[in-house]
């Protein structure tokens, strides 16, 4: 008896959730413009652009499918920030047969600080069922730095065995050198010196070099005591090189200045 009316429980409230699934009333797909000439962000754009300590504007490309007719395109942002440090365009216009536009975007940034935003073109222009690898929305994420260059040299790797010619930079602002794209494109080496010629990592804790070990993984990299500058042209690295398997040891690095800029 227990287990009929255990049955006739589990049927009942079957029945109320399939009576309760038909009462759902789902929102219509959106519908493509007909007229619509797919406008979306060209693959190209930098989603991380670094401007320059002067500069005041950057660039974004804007493309089309259809391009056959002049047409003028709405654009909108989505920002935390103040109008005034991102002056978006409210329209794109192309001209007949012009199938790409870069637009002007003016900023007003504060150094070292690093933005997000979106920008959007609207829904009426786009055909969110194409299938491609654009969008009709991008985000940014912008910084202005004032890293300028500071010196031509040589880098010599201990832990790679090789030398190659490496530009020396330095931010004012923040009192701190940095090898760009040290090991691998990407990945930038930041550090200070103090007084007396110690050399000190930004940040202290270990980062993440950019080679990766064909067995062990991503190789990071993390100054020891002993790093110095002799104050003439000479930057000794002492770095321990680790995977997750473990450490390379202590390397020895290092960059001699060939004429300052």
Aim: with cysteine; hydrophobic share 35%; glycine share 4%.
């Amino acid at each position: 008896m227990k287990t009929l009316k255990k049955y006739i429980i589990i049927l009942i409230v079957g029945l109320i959730v399939v009576a309760c699934n038909e009462d759902i009333v789902r929102e219509p797909s959106p519908v493509t413009n007909p007229n619509s000439t797919n406008v979306y962000f060209s693959n190209s754009n930098n989603m991380s652009p670094i401007l320059a300590k002067d500069s005041t504007s950057f660039r974004v490309i804007i493309e089309r499918q259809k391009s056959d007719k002049a047409q003028t395109v709405k654009l909108s942002i989505e920002s935390a920030y103040d109008d005034k440090v991102f002056q978006i365009p409210p329209t794109v216009s192309f001209a007949a047969g012009e199938s790409s536009k870069t637009i002007k975007i003016p900023v007003q940034m504060e150094l070292m600080k690093k933005y997000h935003i979106a920008i959007l073109i609207d829904g009426a222009d786009t055909n969110p069922y194409a299938i491609q690898t654009v969008y009709s929305r991008i985000e940014l994420n912008i910084l202005k730095e004032d890293y300028a260059a500071y010196s031509n040299g040589t880098y010599t790797s201990g832990m790679f065995k090789s030398s190659w010619a490496q530009v020396l930079q330095y931010s004012p602002s923040k009192k701190t050198y940095r090898f760009k794209d040290l090991f691998n494109e990407g990945y930038d080496y930041e550090f200070s010196v103090s007084d007396d010629g110690t050399i000190a990592q930004v940040p202290l804790t270990a980062i993440l070099t950019g080679y990766v070990h064909p067995t062990y993984g991503m190789v990071s990299a993390q100054a020891q005591d002993g790093s110095m500058f002799d104050k003439n042209s000479t930057y000794t690295f002492l770095l321990k090189f680790t995977v997750s398997a473990g450490s390379f040891g202590i390397k020895t690095e290092k960059y001699v200045i060939t004429n300052k800029l």
